[in-house]
C-alpha cells in the first residue's frame, strides 16, 4: 500500500495530513502531485510505502506493560474499536486476536 502525506511548507510538524491510501504507486504519486498543484505549492507530498497492518510491536508492547493495568489495553482497544463499528454501521466482525 502507498500513503501519501501532504505537509505544509514541506515541514511535518507544522501541519500534515492524510491525502489517500492507494494500492499501486502510479495512483499514490498522482494524488501527490494533483494534491500539491491544488494547494497552490503550500503542501508538498510525501508517499510512504507500507504493509497492511503494519506496525511497531515494540509500542504496543510497551504500552500494555507501563501503560495502562494488566489487561486493560486489550479492553481499551475493544471497546474504542467495537464504537467505531457501532457508530459506521459496519457490520465487521471483532477480530479474535489483538
Same mark, same amino acid.
Given at each position: 500500500m502507498y500513503v501519501v502525506i501532504a505537509n505544509r511548507w514541506n515541514d511535518p *510538524?507544522? &501541519?500534515? +495530513?492524510?491525502?489517500?491510501?492507494?494500492?499501486?504507486?502510479y495512483s499514490a504519486y498522482r494524488a501527490a502531485v494533483t494534491e500539491e498543484y491544488w494547494r497552490s505549492g503550500k503542501y508538498t507530498c510525501e508517499v510512504r510505502e507500507? *504493509?497492511?497492518? *503494519? +506496525?511497531?510491536? !515494540?509500542?504496543e508492547?510497551?504500552?500494555?506493560?507501563?501503560?495502562?493495568?494488566d489487561g486493560e489495553y486489550d479492553r481499551v482497544v475493544e471497546a474504542r474499536?467495537?464504537? &467505531? !463499528?457501532?457508530? &459506521?454501521?459496519?457490520? *465487521?466482525?471483532?477480530?479474535?486476536?489483538?
Open positions: *510538524e507544522r &501541519h500534515s +495530513y492524510l491525502v489517500g491510501v492507494f494500492d499501486n504507486a507500507k *504493509e497492511v497492518n *503494519e +506496525y511497531d510491536s !515494540l509500542k508492547n510497551w504500552c500494555k506493560k507501563s501503560c495502562l493495568p474499536a467495537e464504537e &467505531h !463499528l457501532r457508530l &459506521h454501521g459496519n457490520p *465487521e466482525i471483532r477480530a479474535q486476536n489483538y
